[in-house]
């Protein structure tokens, strides 16, 4: 079992930066593939960022690419998301994800433990 905590949301205004971390608990953080996901109001719920337990590797969803960084502290038990160059379209609820494999997955159906989320605001 793996318990999963977002926090770092809020408020932002359209070109600011802004920081998700997401804490897991439980077992062998480590051999987990870690995912953000985003659902804004009124759509399914999206893949944003992934990034590999066996070799770090990442991958993003286009319409983030170049703008978030995606990475993970294993002696912490983190991942985190930076956000950068925000847009109002960012604007969601944003989803820690955690998956038992090493092959990277971006469909939410393939994730093994969710979060709650935290909710992220950009302003025009």
């Known amino acids: 079992q793996v318990q999963l905590v977002e926090s770092g949301g809020g408020l932002v205004q359209a070109g600011d930066s802004l920081r998700l971390s997401c804490t897991a608990s439980g077992r062998a953080f480590s051999r987990y593939g870690m995912n953000w996901f985003r659902q804004a109001p009124g759509k399914e719920r999206e893949f944003v960022a992934t990034?590999?337990?066996?070799?770090?590797?990442?991958y993003y969803a286009d319409s983030v690419k170049g703008r978030f960084t995606i990475s993970r502290d294993n002696a912490k038990n983190t991942v985190d998301l930076q956000m950068n160059s925000l847009k109002p379209e960012d604007t969601a609820v944003y989803y820690c994800?955690?998956?038992?494999?090493?092959?990277?997955?971006?469909?939410?159906?393939?994730?093994?433990?969710w979060g709650k989320g935290t909710l992220v605001t950009v302003s025009s």
């Open positions: 990034i590999s337990w066996s070799d770090d590797s990442t």
């Open positions: 994800a955690a998956v038992h494999t090493a092959v990277l997955v971006t469909a939410p159906g393939g994730m093994d433990y």
